[in-house]
């Protein structure tokens, strides 16, 4: 099997609570919420994510834990996330083999398997929607602030070449904005240019112009400040270079940035269900 479905997902801090979200983000979380239905149906064998709130400095990360459990306080925001408990199965023997690729293609990544360590928001926030009964494995990922575009590019690349070499089948979820040159005022949008160049690279994606995506990428991350420096989309285009169908759900904005929900539907699989 393969990757079945890739999602580019918000995590505001904002939607954490359901009860809490603003007027203006309730669409996000309408959309999460029909993706979760999608995965539901699925039933893939696991989710893997990549959180831009979980930085790591030199190696990519890999957290390869067979129990995920912990309760949440945002050190960003704990006033909007605190005292979120979380408890979800992991994937060992995925999580080894994804480092093991890494290994083999010469990049510096580590497995951490450690019960102490408590998820970021980047991870918990969608998975509270995408998987709200915690009944699916997850393998979590940081990105690399030592590691520019090009050499998260060829990682995502790496993972996605062992999911579709697996005989099971995979959600992969990239939890991040684009535009994310931040204000106070969570009802701000980005500026008309920020818009315009998130706009811009959403058009090259849905048009699979995937080259000219990666091209735009490092200028767009630079002049938009896109979260965690591009690095979740250097990843989701490598990851997903093979026959995905995309499609462009939800926009909107948080404190400046622009948050935009896109499903990746495994082709080969929608062909097979006509």
């Known amino acids: 099997m393969t990757i079945e479905l890739g999602v580019l997902a918000a995590h505001v801090p904002s939607i954490c609570h359901r009860e809490n979200v603003p007027e203006f983000q309730w669409d996000i979380v ?56 979380y408890e979800y199965p992991g994937d060992q023997d995925l999580g080894e083999a994804l480092v093991l690729a890494g290994k083999q293609a010469r990049l510096p990544v580590i497995a951490v398997n450690d019960p102490t360590y408590v998820w970021d928001y980047g991870t918990v926030v969608p998975l509270r929607y995408l998987v709200p009964n915690e009944d699916i494995p997850v393998v979590n990922l940081s990105i690399t602030m030592a590691a520019g575009l090009d050499e998260t590019y060829k990682w995502g690349e790496v993972i996605g070449e062992t ?43 849905m048009n699979r112009d995937m080259d000219l995506a990666k091209e735009m990428l490092p200028q767009y991350a630079k002049v938009a400040g896109v979260e965690g420096g591009g690095r979740h989309l250097a990843m989701m285009l490598g990851t997903l270079k093979g026959k995905f169908k995309p499609a462009f759900l939800s926009y909107a904005q948080s404190s400046g940035s622009g948050n935009a929900i896109m499903t990746f539907e495994n082709e080969e699989k929608l062909q097979g269900s006509l």
């Open 163 to 205: 999911l579709n070499q697996s005989d099971k089948r995979y959600v992969f979820v990239f939890s991040g904005a684009l535009a994310h040159n931040l204000v106070r005022g969570r009802h701000h949008m980005p500026t008309v240019s920020e818009q315009a160049l998130d706009k811009q690279f959403i058009d090259y994606v």
């Open 30 to 85: 309408k959309k999460l919420d029909d993706i979760s239905g999608q995965i539901k149906e699925l039933k893939p064998d696991a989710v893997v994510i990549v959180s831009c709130h979980w930085q790591s400095t030199f190696h990519h990360y890999v957290d390869v834990s067979p129990q995920h459990q912990g309760i949440l306080t945002a050190f960003e925001c704990p006033d909007i996330i605190s005292d979120v408990a």
